[in-house]
Every structure is written in structure tokens, then in C-alpha cells.
């Protein structure tokens, strides 16, 4: 077996120290940082993400995996910069105000980022004016907002209005998620943007992202 194909069973396999001595002989022996990314780290998140779509993994499974995949991207991402690898996009994620749940969230960021994308996680109990001021100045692609609780659905909302009294609506893509959470109502409070789970969320921002350029 290839050292490619074995960067990319180990984090299938969620072997994070595996992960790591792989990714460092790969580099040493002179396997390029495109390949190493894209064909073992970005592949094997892929696969993740469809055995988790398809009930093949679980949450745990899913978990495991992405450690595995962060341990080996934090010794490629300081050869990035040489060798041209831009992120497919940067998103910025958050679970909504008064809503302290985010496996979800965190679910969706860590298949982002294994996804190729450069996420900035502001975590739970997001007020829209917090989403609003972190897009205005970071030059984000995306936002996408979670929500657990029916109570906390509102919140999306008045975060979407914010950002349009902000001016700042129109350039960017807004994705909701999270169990209460449906195409309906994402249709109702103006996002652009629905995902059932982890996995389907990297696929509908890709879309979305597509139809912009």
C-alpha cells in the first residue's frame, strides 16, 4: 500500500499518531503538499462523510476521524503558503443565541475544515450583532448557524435581518442547521441555505458557493 493510502486509512481508522508519523515520512519523502492534502486528508474526511451520511459511522466514528485528520493537518498547514494551497472558502460558524448545544456545529466545522475550508468557530450563544461584526471584518464567504432548540430558531432570523440592516446580506451565503431546523424555514427567514447533517452541509455550501463565482 502506498503512503497515500495510508495517510488516508488512518484517519478513517481515526489513528491519530498513525496520522502523524505518515504525513511527516510522506513529506520527507518528498510527496507533495497538494497530494498529501487533497488525495489523503481531504479524501479520507469524504469518505467519512459519506459513511456518516449512509449510517456506516457515527458521531463517534466521525469524531475520531477528524482528530485523526487535524493532528495530520497542523504538520502540513506551515507548507501551505509555499506551496500556493489557498482554502476553498472561508466560513464562520456559531450555534445561535441562547442555544449552549453545538456537537452539531462542531460536527459541521470539523468536516469544513476537512473539506478544505478555512473555518473561524465562534462557538455557542451567538448574538446576531456577535455573527454580524465577526463578518464585517473578516471577509467570510459563508455563515452558517445552528440551532437545537425551537425557542432559539428565531434567533437565525434576527440574525439574517441584522445582516441586512448591516449591509453586508447580499455578499455572503447563509446556512442554518440543526434538528428543529428544515428547508421550509430556512426558505421563511431568507438563508440561502438548508443541511440535514454534517456531511450534506459541505455539499450544499460547495453548491452554493459555486453558483456565486
Same mark, same amino acid.
Given at each position: 500500500?502506498?503512503?497515500?493510502?495510508?495517510?488516508?486509512?488512518?484517519?478513517?481508522? %481515526?489513528?491519530?499518531?498513525?496520522?502523524?508519523?505518515?504525513? $511527516?515520512?510522506?513529506?520527507?519523502? /518528498?510527496?507533495?503538499?497538494?497530494?498529501?492534502?487533497?488525495?489523503?486528508?481531504?479524501?479520507?474526511?469524504?469518505?467519512? %462523510?459519506?459513511?456518516? $451520511?449512509? %449510517?456506516?459511522?457515527?458521531?463517534?466514528?466521525?469524531?475520531?476521524? !477528524?482528530?485523526?485528520?487535524?493532528?495530520?493537518?497542523?504538520?502540513?498547514?506551515?507548507?501551505?503558503?509555499?506551496?500556493?494551497?489557498? =482554502?476553498? %472558502? @472561508?466560513?464562520?460558524?456559531?450555534?445561535? @443565541?441562547?442555544?449552549?448545544?453545538?456537537? /452539531?456545529?462542531?460536527?459541521? /466545522?470539523?468536516?469544513?475544515?476537512?473539506?478544505?475550508?478555512?473555518?473561524?468557530?465562534?462557538?455557542?450563544?451567538? =448574538?446576531?450583532? $456577535?455573527?454580524?461584526?465577526?463578518?464585517?471584518?473578516?471577509?467570510?464567504?459563508?455563515?452558517?448557524?445552528?440551532?437545537?432548540?425551537?425557542?432559539?430558531?428565531?434567533?437565525?432570523?434576527?440574525?439574517?435581518?441584522?445582516?441586512? @440592516?448591516? /449591509?453586508?446580506?447580499?455578499?455572503?451565503?447563509?446556512?442554518?442547521?440543526?434538528?428543529?431546523?428544515?428547508?421550509?424555514? !430556512?426558505?421563511?427567514?431568507?438563508?440561502?441555505?438548508?443541511?440535514?447533517?454534517? !456531511?450534506?452541509?459541505?455539499?450544499?455550501?460547495?453548491?452554493?458557493?459555486?453558483?456565486?463565482?
Amino acid at each position: 500500500m502506498d503512503i497515500i493510502s495510508e495517510i488516508k486509512d488512518s484517519v478513517i481508522d %481515526g489513528k491519530l499518531d498513525n496520522c502523524r508519523t505518515l504525513v $511527516k515520512a510522506a513529506l520527507q519523502n /518528498g510527496i507533495s503538499v497538494e497530494a498529501i492534502l487533497y488525495d489523503a486528508l481531504v479524501a479520507a474526511m469524504s469518505e467519512v %462523510g459519506r459513511r456518516f $451520511k449512509d %449510517g456506516e459511522f457515527f458521531v463517534p466514528e466521525v469524531l475520531i476521524a !477528524a482528530r485523526a485528520m487535524g493532528g495530520g493537518m497542523a504538520i502540513l498547514e506551515p507548507f501551505f503558503a509555499q506551496s500556493g494551497i489557498v =482554502p476553498r %472558502g @472561508k466560513v464562520v460558524l456559531g450555534t445561535v @443565541k441562547d442555544d449552549i448545544h453545538d456537537i /452539531g456545529k462542531n460536527l459541521v /466545522g470539523m468536516m469544513m475544515k476537512g473539506a478544505g475550508y478555512e473555518i473561524v468557530d465562534l462557538g455557542h450563544d451567538v =448574538p446576531p450583532a $456577535k455573527f454580524v461584526e465577526t463578518v464585517t471584518v473578516g471577509n467570510f464567504d459563508a455563515l452558517l448557524m445552528s440551532s437545537l432548540l425551537t425557542t432559539t430558531m428565531p434567533n437565525m432570523a434576527r440574525t439574517i435581518e441584522a445582516m441586512r @440592516k448591516a /449591509g453586508i446580506r447580499d455578499g455572503i451565503v447563509v446556512m442554518i442547521g440543526g434538528a428543529p431546523v428544515s428547508q421550509r424555514f !430556512a426558505d421563511e427567514i431568507g438563508a440561502d441555505g438548508f443541511a440535514p447533517d454534517a !456531511a450534506t452541509a459541505v455539499e450544499v455550501l460547495s453548491s452554493l458557493l459555486n453558483r456565486k463565482k
